[in-house]
């Protein structure tokens, strides 16, 4: 088997790490872990919360994988253990600080399991099999919050509000919600025309049912509203993360392949925005490049809750490519 890994930093400080995490232990397991980035910017044990996240979570991978033979925890098994690894690190952080305090990580995880391939996803990082057959959970609330921010920062560019200012100032409106984000930034009436204006951007892409939730999600902000749906199997924003409870609803998947079938398997982080046709690291590389020359902003063919500038990319990027 050749194994391919490319992990890049979204900062463009030298030795700063990202949030992505992989992991490659050769005839084991392979996995790509991506810590959610906290909007206050928050850090545990000196690195960010969504950097702690995956590494308490990968360390907890490891060791269960290197405990027992393959194959001997079912892939909910081993879902409850990192999160029972990550609960108990963040209760100790807690304690310590006087605060509760959280921090989160998808997985994408691949297994030798004798004969087959033990695929187990959690969140929106993903798979493809043979250059095929792609699994990858991209839940519906980033969809929301991406037009939002997108709606928001043309609106401040009609506005006339300074070009440096766009990235973060349409950033922080969304990541803290457009009910904060009044008087300072925008009016209540501006407000309003924004929010229906992503409203008419997902016209199309989303459910009707889910349109109703555009304005409550774009005022409360990735801070008080996104979160909440965390692991809530009953709820149509709801999404499975890695947060030290229980990993549950839209995004947590398992199943197997035989060995035989597959010739090749990549797994990579978000940070991704499209798949190349070919499978080597060169072209998930020129891909990356493209997107960045033609919308750096994501707010044109691309659209995220936030945008790349010059000290920092719009997101980190890992991809383990795994080929005959």
């Known amino acids: 088997m050749r194994i391919d890994c490319l992990s890049v930093s979204k900062y463009a400080a030298p030795g700063k790490a990202g949030d992505?995490?992989?992991?490659?232990?050769?005839?084991?397991?392979?996995?790509?872990?991506?810590?959610?980035?906290?909007v206050n910017g928050a850090s545990i044990a000196g690195v960010g919360s969504g950097r702690f996240a995956a590494l308490q979570a990968s360390a907890a991978l490891i060791d269960a994988l290197v405990e027992q033979a393959p194959g001997t925890r079912t892939p909910d098994e081993l879902v409850a253990i990192l999160n029972a690894r990550l609960g108990a690190a963040l209760d100790k952080e807690s304690r310590a600080r006087g605060e509760r305090i959280s921090a989160a990580t998808t997985m994408a995880l691949m297994e030798e399991v004798g004969d087959s391939l033990r695929f187990t996803l959690v969140g929106d990082s993903g798979i493809r099999i043979n250059g095929e057959e792609t699994f990858q959970s991209l839940k519906p609330i980033d969809d929301i919050m991406s037009a939002g921010r997108v709606a928001l920062y043309h609106h401040l560019r009609r506005r006339g509000l300074a070009a440096a200012a766009l990235e973060p100032d349409s950033r922080r409106g969304v990541f803290?919600?457009?009910?904060?984000?009044?008087?300072?930034?925008?009016?209540?009436?501006?407000?309003?025309e924004v929010i229906s204006e992503a409203r008419r951007m997902l016209t199309g892409r989303l459910d009707d049912a889910l349109l109703t939730f555009v304005e409550p999600m774009l005022r409360a902000g990735i801070a008080r509203g996104q979160y909440g749906y965390a692991n809530d199997a009953g709820h149509p924003l709801g999404y499975a993360v890695i947060d030290g409870t229980v990993s549950r609803g839209f995004g947590l998947i398992s199943f197997e392949r035989p060995r035989g079938s597959v010739r090749c398997v990549e797994i990579f982080s978000d940070g991704y925005l499209e798949l190349p046709e070919g499978t080597g690291l060169a072209d998930w590389e020129a891909v990356a490049d493209r997107i960045e020359r033609e919308d750096p902003t994501k707010t044109l063919t691309h659209w995220g809750v936030k945008g790349s500038g010059p000290e920092q990319l719009f997101d980190d990027r890992t991809v383990i490519i795994l080929s005959d």
């Open 176 to 192: 803290r919600g457009f009910d904060e984000a009044i008087p300072a930034l925008i009016s209540e009436d501006e407000a309003a």
């Open 20 to 38: 992505d995490v992989p992991v490659v232990v050769p005839g084991r397991c392979y996995a790509v872990f991506d810590g959610a980035t906290d």
